[in-house]
């Protein structure tokens, strides 16, 4: 059975950093990536990375967050740079097997990732 365990969450000032981690049980993905989600707000794509090692961010989100792997370890990483009040949120770690393309296809998109964590709670201040 696929595990999905984050870490790393936490409350930081305004530009202030943090790395989140995941921790995947050993099986081959075609893609992983991070989404977040605030109250009232839809879940969205915020990193994805593949197999070969591709990234994508969403457009909020880039360089400021580094998405990253450790593919001996199976630990997926998020490096989160120069916060701002609008990150906090819930973040979830996602996963795609590796007989699935829709990743691959659309991998910002939540419909895409089969295995899903708990979360972990980002929160910025002002």
Known sequence: QVQLVESGGGSVQAGGSLRLSCAASRYTYSSMAWFRQAPGKEREGVATIDSNGR???ADSVKGRFTISKDTAKNILFLQMSSLRPEDA???YCAAAPAWSSLALRA???SYAYNY???GTQVTVSS
């Open 116 to 118: 899903w964590g708990q």
């Open 55 to 57: 990234t994508n961010y």
């Open 107 to 109: 991998p910002l998109q």
């Open 89 to 91: 949120a819930m973040y």
